[in-house]
């Protein structure tokens, strides 16, 4: 599977970006999705996660949300009320997992996109 991720960009704290990743294969419905993002000098954490279920960091609960096309094969993250904090760059990843909060439950990985949140 072939991911790539866009959507990326700068954005005053407060404001919105949603974020899109357009897989390549039909059997895209049948893997679980998910975003991570990796801030200079830090690891990569989960971001959120979606399949039978939808699971999110407690860092972005309540201000991200997680959606996908089947029909579309892309998945989104709509991130509202951006923080400083939130800059990084952000990665989609896909699993055969219905869900997975760990870098290592995933086995595809699109190329990244930046978000740079000024303050």
């Known amino acids: 599977v072939q991911l790539q991720a866009s959507g990326g960009g700068l954005v005053q704290a407060g404001g919105s970006l949603r974020l899109s990743c357009a897989a390549s294969?039909?059997?895209?419905?049948?893997?679980?999705m998910g975003w991570f993002r990796q801030a200079p000098g830090k690891e990569r954490e989960f971001v959120a996660t979606?399949?039978?279920?939808?699971r999110y960091a407690d860092s972005v609960k309540g201000r991200f949300t997680i959606s996908r096309d089947n029909a579309k094969n892309t998945v989104y993250l709509q991130m509202n009320s951006l923080k400083p904090e939130d800059t990084a760059v952000y990665y989609c990843a896909a699993t055969r997992l219905q869900i997975g909060v760990g870098p290592a439950d995933y086995i595809y990985w699109g190329q990244g996109t930046q978000v740079t949140v000024s303050s």
């Open positions: 294969r039909r059997t895209f419905s049948s893997y679980g």
């Open positions: 979606i399949g039978d279920s939808t």
